[in-house]
């Protein structure tokens, strides 16, 4: 039964991660389309509502995907330590196909995705120093900070892009599966 068990996570963890790695390609696809066609307010209130949709849709997939787990493989053999191996596989698998597109994207499809996304923040903060009562100072400052880290990315190659992404991501998902880890190892009741 142990064999069996360990055995199926991986099968189980790549089926969820083809699902969150399918819906990080579409977000992001949908932030290439944002960043290179809508420079106002609307893009930055369309980036958020994507991060909050983001958030609450890939905690969805860590949540159905470990439930299936438990319910089909697991059974009475729950841990913290068997949820977590198969969140983390999950988040491996989904970040293993979300750099693969991110690659090839920034290789065939849209080399300049970062110089769109910097020349988009560049126009919201231009836009924000002409409204009534934004500090100029507390802009430049916030300006520069983004100023820095686009500097960082616009020199990386994308093949050093999508490793970065790989364990970015992979990591972030680990500490997101620590948490929900907790909640999930629970025994399933009969």
Same mark, same amino acid.
């Given at each position: 039964?142990?064999?069996?068990?360990?055995?199926?996570?991986?099968?189980?963890?790549?089926?969820?991660?083809?699902?969150?790695?399918?819906?990080?390609?579409?977000?992001?696809?949908?932030?290439?389309?944002?960043?290179?066609?809508?420079?106002?307010?609307?893009?930055?209130?369309?980036?958020?509502?994507?991060?909050?949709?983001?958030?609450?849709?890939?905690?969805?997939?860590?949540?159905?995907?470990?439930?299936?787990?438990?319910?089909?493989?697991?059974?009475?053999?729950?841990?913290?330590?068997?949820?977590?191996?198969?969140?983390?596989?999950?988040?491996?698998?989904?970040?293993?196909?979300?750099?693969?597109?991110?690659?090839?994207?920034?290789?065939?499809?849209? =080399?300049?995705? $970062?110089?769109?996304? +910097? @020349?988009? &923040? *560049?126009?919201? %903060?231009?836009?924000?120093? #002409?409204?009534?009562?934004?500090? =100029?100072?507390? $802009?430049?400052?916030? +300006? @520069?900070? &983004? *100023?820095?880290? %686009?500097?960082?990315?616009? #020199?990386?190659?994308?093949?050093?892009?999508?490793?970065?992404?790989?364990?970015?991501?992979?990591?972030?998902?680990? %500490?997101?599966?620590?948490? #929900?880890?907790?909640?999930?190892?629970?025994?399933?009741?009969?």
């Amino acid at each position: 039964m142990e064999g069996k068990s360990e055995g199926n996570v991986f099968s189980y963890a790549m089926e969820a991660g083809l699902y969150l790695g399918g819906w990080f390609i579409l977000r992001d696809s949908i932030e290439m389309f944002v960043y290179s066609n809508v420079v106002s307010f609307v893009g930055l209130c369309l980036l958020a509502l994507l991060s909050l949709v983001s958030m609450l849709l890939t905690l969805y997939i860590v949540v159905k995907g470990t439930d299936i787990y438990k319910r089909e493989v697991l059974k009475e053999n729950v841990s913290y330590f068997r949820v977590l191996n198969y969140g983390f596989y999950l988040f491996f698998f989904a970040s293993m196909l979300y750099s693969v597109f991110l690659f090839f994207c920034l290789i065939l499809f849209n =080399p300049d995705f $970062l110089a769109d996304q +910097k @020349s988009f &923040y *560049d126009a919201v %903060f231009s836009q924000m120093k #002409t409204m009534e009562g934004a500090s =100029p100072e507390m $802009l430049d400052s916030l +300006k @520069s900070v &983004y *100023d820095k880290g %686009f500097e960082g990315l616009l #020199t990386q190659s994308p093949k050093d892009l999508a490793m970065n992404t790989l364990f970015g991501e992979t990591t972030y998902g680990l %500490f997101l599966c620590l948490v #929900t880890s907790i909640f999930l190892n629970k025994k399933i009741s009969k």
